[in-house]
């Protein structure tokens, strides 16, 4: 079991940037693919990206190709998101969200096992 906490979020303005980090507790934290998750309100849960065990992989939905980035410090066991030219449509709760699965990409919600708590993101127009 790995343990997540999420910081970072915050109000901004369209077209700013926010950095989200989430720290995990527990052990092996190299062995998880870590995933970010973003739900608004009377949405779904939906993947925003995911990095490999390592961090030489990444995916990410369509809609945020080009503006976000996943990184992660394995010898800090934490991950990143790093947001550039928010939209207010990217106003969300953002999860942290660790996979034990042994392939990759995990990209549906159902191959993560450990959530954080969220973190608010709020852009306005």
């Known amino acids: 079991q790995v343990q997540l906490v999420e910081s970072g979020g915050g109000l901004v303005q369209a077209g700013g940037s926010l950095r989200l980090s989430c720290a995990a507790s527990g052990r092996s934290f190299s062995s998880y693919i870590m995933g970010w998750f973003r739900q608004a309100p009377g949405k779904e849960r939906d993947l925003v990206g995911a990095i490999s065990w390592s961090g030489g992989s990444t995916y990410y939905a369509d809609s945020v190709k080009g503006r976000f980035t996943i990184s992660r410090d394995n010898a800090k066991n934490t991950v990143y998101l790093q947001m550039n030219s928010l939209k207010p449509e990217d106003t969300a709760v953002y999860y942290c969200?660790?996979?034990?699965?042994?392939?990759?990409?995990?990209?549906?919600?159902?191959?993560?096992?450990?959530w954080g708590q969220g973190t608010q993101v709020t852009v306005s127009s």
């Open positions: 969200a660790a996979s034990i699965l042994s392939t990759w990409p995990a990209a549906s919600r159902f191959n993560y096992g450990n």
